[in-house]
């Protein structure tokens, strides 16, 4: 990454009013969280594919509900770092902003970020399988099956597992933010994941800026930047000076 590159990219945010960001597993690496999937992600003998399932939950939820709580303990301990601070001036200063994240963790709403869609749900958030009330519950010291204080049916995470859809009212209103933001910020995601996985090329068609931060090359398609490095060192500084230029 040249500064001329990071200058363009820059430039292009800071004009730009109307923004989307999508942000991945990568953005919280940098505040400690590990990724629960692939590599060193093993849990006792279970891997997060086998655990994520409505037909793991309906076989043995108290495994899942493990699993989850020793997740949320982990979680619990990391703090967002300044990429996460970084998206909360932005979207404070930027009239169109909508930030759309895969990931489970909290962090950005713990950094203030209030302009988003948890596209893949909360770990911080419960849903009755009964009744379908969900609640915010931070506490790590759930029973081994929390149960609906409405109905008393049993509590789930409110995640999207593998083989469940996305909220359609989420997923309408990231395919609009896609389809209207000059400027298409993907933050720490490889981008094969689907639906997210085309929203680049959504918003590029619909004429977006589209610009990537990884520590990697994803080779993602229709990318006008690719900005090399770990999302807590260049976010802020595409952002920094932005906030000023704004308000002059």
């Not at 109307?18 to 590599?39: C, N």
């Not at 081994?144 to 409405?150: F, S, T, V």
């Not at 680049?200 to 068609?205: F, I, R, V």
Request: net charge negative; hydrophobic share 40%; with cysteine.
């Amino acid at each position: 990454m040249t500064e001329g590159e990071l200058k363009a990219a820059r430039d292009r945010i800071a004009s730009a009013r109307s923004i989307t960001v999508l942000t991945g597993a990568g953005i919280s690496a940098d505040s400690g969280v590990p990724t629960f999937r692939g590599e060193g992600g093993l849990w006792k003998q279970f891997r997060a594919e086998e655990l994520a399932t409505p037909e793991a939950f309906e076989s043995h939820p108290e495994i899942v509900w493990e699993w989850y709580q020793w997740r949320r303990k982990i979680i619990a301990e990391k703090s967002p770092n300044p990429a996460h601070t970084a998206l909360v001036l932005l979207e404070q200063t930027c009239p169109g902003f909508t930030l759309i994240t895969q990931n489970v963790d909290g962090l950005h709403a713990l950094a203030g970020s209030r302009k988003m869609i948890e596209l893949h749900g909360s770990l911080w958030r419960l849903r009755c399988i009964g009744c379908g009330r969900i609640t915010e519950n931070r506490s790590l010291e759930l029973p081994p099956l929390p149960a609906c204080k409405d109905c008393g049916a049993l509590l789930r995470p409110d995640v999207v597992w593998f083989g469940e859809a996305i909220d359609p009212a989420d997923l309408q209103t990231s395919l609009e933010a896609c389809k209207t933001g000059e400027v298409f910020l993907v933050v720490g995601t490889s981008g094969v994941v689907q639906p997210a996985a085309s929203f680049a090329s959504l918003a590029k068609a619909h004429g977006a800026f589209t610009i990537e931060v990884n520590t990697v090359d994803s080779e993602m398609i229709d990318r006008d930047a690719l900005l090399i490095g770990r999302a807590s060192e260049v976010v802020p500084q595409l952002i920094d000076l932005i906030n000023d230029n704004r308000s002059n």
